[in-house]
């Protein structure tokens, strides 16, 4: 794995590969990341959200992702990585 990948997976058996700890920055926390995030979590704790995939980079661009295997239809969550994709192309396209 690159030095510059934070990479966070839960296999089936709820082992967790790798432990990351928390750096103390100076950087200034990006409020709409923060809000959203918050939100994924409420849902995982009341057991609305039950799988998740996602990826984001770090304020030393670090590519930070996390996957939640625990998904029952491999199939449906590769068309959401699918689906996620082109719409963020279209967010992107629609912003420039």
Request: glycine share 6%; charged share 20%; no cysteine.
């Amino acid at each position: 794995m690159s030095d510059n990948i934070v990479s966070l997976f839960n296999r089936d058996d709820g082992s967790q590969p790798v432990t990351v700890n928390a750096v103390v920055s100076d950087v200034t926390p990006n409020p709409t990341t923060v809000k959203v995030l918050e939100k994924l979590l409420a849902m995982a704790q009341t057991g609305r959200l039950q799988t998740f995939i996602g990826t984001g980079f770090s304020d030393d661009n670090q590519r930070v992702s996390f996957i939640n295997a625990a998904h029952d239809n491999v199939y449906e969550m590769a068309g959401a990585i699918v689906w996620l994709q082109a719409e963020y192309l279209d967010l992107i396209k629609e912003n420039r």
